[in-house]
């Protein structure tokens, strides 16, 4: 590398000439001979194989979802039958059954919260000033 920083123009120049003038001589001899043309190869970089990112068989696949079906079929076989389809009778129990009281805050308790806050950002915007 550090012989072709040392070359001048003219030196660079020449030998990018040679070069092209090798590889047309090799095109012209691979043609005589009928043996493939390499020249091309020679000439430019080889061109950078596409790297498969993590590929996988079919036969794999397979096998992956094989063991995650087996994997659900035990899971669901642990399960009592009755669970896995309520009947109408069970549908109507659990419509009858009260919901859970939901947590609801006092109004003195809403006012007290309004008015730290309120304290807060006035304290916020004085300061800014």
Same mark, same amino acid.
């Given at each position: 590398?550090?012989? @072709? ?8 120049? !020449? ?17 005589l001979?009928g043996?493939?043309?390499?020249? /091309? ?8 194989? /596409? ?5 996988? $068989? ?9 063991? !995650? ?11 009592? /039958?009755?669970?896995?389809k ?17 947590f609801t805050? $006092? ?16 304290? @916020? ?5």
């Open positions: 590398m550090s012989l @072709i920083n040392s070359l001048s123009v003219q030196q660079l120049r !020449q030998a990018a000439d040679l070069k092209d003038k090798i590889a047309s001589l090799e095109k012209q001899l691979n043609s001979l043996s493939p043309a390499k020249a /091309v190869a020679t000439t430019k970089p080889a061109a950078k194989a /596409v790297k498969k990112k993590g590929g996988m $068989s079919a036969a794999g696949k397979a096998r992956i979802a094989a063991a !995650q079906k087996a994997r659900w079929a035990k899971i669901k076989a642990a399960k009592p /039958v009755a669970a896995a309520p009947t109408v009778a069970a549908k109507s129990a659990a419509a009858a059954k009260p919901a859970k009281k939901k805050m $006092s109004a003195a308790a809403k006012a007290k919260i309004s008015a730290a806050a309120k304290a807060r950002w006035a304290k @916020i915007k004085a300061a800014k000033k």
